[in-house]
């Protein structure tokens, strides 16, 4: 299905580039340092109450560390990706771990075209800053177009606080210099390049794409 002119293109690298395999080894050793991608995907699946008879879909795997924990919970996952070299590491790492149940697959919030059953959650971690405002609410809209009835969605991103816009040069400041100091340029990059928005817009685009919000924890600056 060929995509309309019209449409954002999401299948444009934006932010830091993971193109090259060292590159994307050397991002999946950095967040193994900065967290226990194990350990939080459990605590997601946990909250999301998954079972062994259930489809999951992931938008955004990167190098799939989540989509592993989840198969050995879910009957089957869906790994969506919109980096070949980011699918083709995760895919790798699949097979190393002899992970017959995830379905690895090019596309994006807005590319992605589900077949088969409704899933029973989609879970999207550090992706969604990628699309403008209005995309955000198409994307997550078709989310909930491919979701079972009750299923649940798991969103985490880089949000804004409301209280930002009164004082944002001190606020981008303050967050630049709350982050390692080989990651503040990063921050920075993020800050100028990327789509990420304020508490508030992303409450009212999660109700208007058809979600209840049941609970939302901010953490960081």
């Known amino acids: ?26 991002y999946d050793r950095k967040m193994a340092e900065l967290r226990d991608a194990a350990t939080e995907a459990e605590e997601i699946l946990n909250l999301l109450g998954l079972t062994r008879d259930d489809v999951l879909l992931e938008v955004g795997t990167g190098t799939g560390a989540f989509a592993r924990v989840a198969a050995r919970r879910c009957r089957k996952v869906i790994a969506l990706d919109v980096s070949p070299v980011m699918l083709a590491y995760a ?6 771990q002899q992970i017959t149940n995830v379905e690895f697959a090019e596309a994006g919030f807005l590319t992605y075209e589900h077949r088969g059953e409704p899933v ?21 809209r078709r989310l909930h177009g491919v979701m079972r009835e009750g299923g649940k969605l798991y969103l985490s991103d880089v949000v804004y606080p409301d209280q930002a816009q009164d ?10 210099d709350s982050v390692p100091e080989d990651r503040r340029q990063e921050m920075a990059q993020h800050i100028r390049e990327e789509f990420s928005t304020f508490d508030w817009t992303m409450r009212e685009i999660i109700a208007r794409a058809g979600f ?3 609970r939302a924890q901010v953490e960081g600056a």
């Open 1 to 26: 299905m060929s995509t309309p002119i019209w449409q954002w293109d999401e299948m444009i690298q934006r932010g830091t580039d993971y193109e090259a395999s060292k590159h994307v080894a050397g």
């Open 91 to 96: 895919t790798e790492k699949a097979q190393e």
């Open 212 to 214: 209840t919000l049941e």
């Open 167 to 176: 004082d944002w040069p001190g606020y981008f400041q303050k967050l630049i």
């Open 120 to 140: 029973a959650a989609v879970v999207s971690q550090l992706v969604l800053h990628h699309l403008p405002d209005v995309w955000k609410l198409l994307a997550l």
